[in-house]
């Protein structure tokens, strides 16, 4: 089974700024089935990023992901209000699909 | 436009057996590379992904508790049954379905969810 680890568990960043956030797998993906989910509280995950990089329909140009075998990033350019968030990775190349355990992103 | 949701008991015994049921439209599961997943989250923590099943009726679980879930399609009434026997208390979360296309896209569009509470 592949452990997909997030840091950090909390980022506080204010609006405006730039939000990094980071996905480590267990072992070498070997492939780019690797996703991004934003859920706000009380609501269903949102898929953000399929395949590492690839935006879903609609998502702003601000979220990009990037990464390859082990490590990988969500970054987020200009943080606008509505960014604030918990936010996990998923693999989806290699069964149990695991998720990450999130990381919060929170107004500073 | 896909849709799902998902019904099922808001209450469970410990030990009774949980059936959820994700109804959807806007695709349809004989469809090549279509699959429908299931993922649950408990109170306040980390999305736990269950299970999912493709258009070809290949099935895949989470080892932990791949002795007590069965996924399983109903195409013809465009649905997917998630069956978990013995419940306990630590299974109380909200549980998730969500579509998915095989090695094309990750869970793409999802329920609502639905909140199982399992107390005597």
């Known amino acids: 089974e592949i452990v997909l680890t997030q840091s950090p568990g909390t980022l506080s960043l204010s609006p405006g700024e730039r939000a990094t956030l980071s996905c480590r797998a267990s072992?070498?993906?070997?492939?780019?089935?690797l996703a991004w989910y934003q859920q706000k509280p009380g609501q269903a995950p949102v898929l953000l990023i399929y395949?590492?990089?690839n935006r879903a329909t609609g998502l702003p140009d601000r979220f990009s992901g990037s990464g390859s075998g082990t490590d990988f990033t969500l970054t987020i350019s200009r943080l606008e209000p509505e960014d604030f968030a918990v936010y996990y990775c998923?693999?989806?190349?290699?069964?149990?699909?695991?998720f990450g355990q999130g990381t919060k992103l929170e107004i500073k | 436009q896909i849709s799902l949701q998902e019904s099922g008991p808001a209450l469970v015994k410990p030990t009774q057996t949980l059936t959820l049921t994700c109804t959807f439209s806007?695709?349809?599961?004989?469809?090549?590379?279509?699959?429908v997943g299931w993922v649950r989250q408990p109170p306040g923590k980390a999305l736990e992904w269950l299970a999912v099943?493709?258009?070809?009726?290949?099935?895949r679980y989470i080892p932990s508790l791949r002795s007590s879930l069965t996924i399983a399609k109903d195409t013809s009434k465009n649905q997917v049954v998630l069956t978990m026997t013995d419940m306990d208390p630590v299974d109380t979360a909200t549980y998730y379905c969500?579509?998915?296309?095989?090695?094309?896209?990750?869970?793409?569009?999802w329920g609502r969810g639905t909140t199982v509470t399992v107390s005597s």
């Open positions: 969500a579509h998915t296309m095989r090695f094309l896209t990750a869970l793409d569009v």
């Open positions: 806007g695709f349809s599961l004989n469809s090549t590379a279509v699959g």
């Open positions: 099943i493709y258009w070809n009726d290949d099935k």
């Open positions: 072992q070498d993906l070997r492939s780019t089935f």
């Open positions: 395949g590492v990089s």
């Open positions: 998923q693999q989806y190349g290699s069964s149990p699909h695991t």
